[in-house]
């Protein structure tokens, strides 16, 4: 496997699931990204992790928990979820420069959710 | 925080020429990005600007003035596969966050 790989790539699930969406990254990056991509809008910032330690989150609501376990792993565990959170979910992963300048971020193909 | 505009939807023939303008208003500037994104697939990196001028990569090439703050996205010879979503961006603060804009609809036709 290469670049950033997410699973599962389609999910449909009822208001009362609970369910997870994973991201991995091969890429040796030390940050890690979710994204929420609804249609005509701007991608929306959900979390951003570096060295597995959650260094951002975007008032983003509690039905949404991210995991960091390691560099390479990223989850999104979703529970009691509303249909206007159908989107599609992206991980990114980057490689952040302690002496400032930015590089890009490269992303997964997304999760394509579907609240009931 | 950043502003970014850039026009929803664009269409064009094949063989034709396409620009794509992106404004942004920021309170601090780091280059900016644009990339492509086909239906339901992962956005990909096209390019990176930092200086003001025009940086030429193939049939595609980005320009940027930080003054006027305005970048655009230049596609040559478009081909069918170049129907896709092209995402402007900024970079958002630290641990290289990136702003995007709503991305614009390039639409190519026969």
């Known amino acids: 496997e290469t670049g950033v790989t997410q699973t599962p790539r389609h999910l449909v699930m009822g208001m009362t699931n609970k369910k997870s969406l994973k991201c991995e990254q091969h890429?040796?990056?030390?940050?890690m990204y979710w994204y929420k991509q609804s249609a005509k809008k701007p991608l929306e910032l959900m979390f951003v992790?570096?060295?597995?330690?959650?260094?951002e989150n975007n008032s983003v609501p509690s039905r949404f928990s991210p995991e960091c376990p390691n560099s390479s792993h990223l989850f999104l565990h979703l529970h009691t979820l509303q249909p206007e959170d159908s989107a599609l979910y992206l991980c990114?992963?980057?490689?952040?420069?302690?002496?400032?300048?930015?590089?890009?971020?490269?992303f997964g193909p997304g999760t394509r959710l579907t609240v009931l | 925080g950043q502003n970014i505009d850039q026009p929803t939807e664009m269409t064009a023939t094949e063989g034709a020429i396409v620009q794509i303008n992106c404004t942004y208003q920021t309170s601090g500037f780091n280059g900016l990005f644009w990339y492509q994104q086909h239906a339901g697939e992962a956005p990909t990196f096209l390019s990176y600007n930092v200086l003001d001028g025009l940086e030429e990569k193939g049939r595609f090439s980005s320009f940027l003035s930080r003054s006027k703050g305005y970048s655009y996205l230049l596609l040559k010879e478009l081909q069918m596969k170049d129907s896709a979503s092209y995402l402007c961006a900024v970079p958002g603060g630290s641990w290289g966050k990136l702003q995007f804009g709503a991305g614009t609809q390039v639409v190519v036709t026969p």
């Open positions: 890429l040796g990056h030390n940050a």
């Open positions: 990114a992963s980057s490689q952040v420069l302690v002496a400032g300048g930015i590089n890009e971020q490269f």
């Open positions: 992790y570096s060295l597995e330690e959650r260094v």
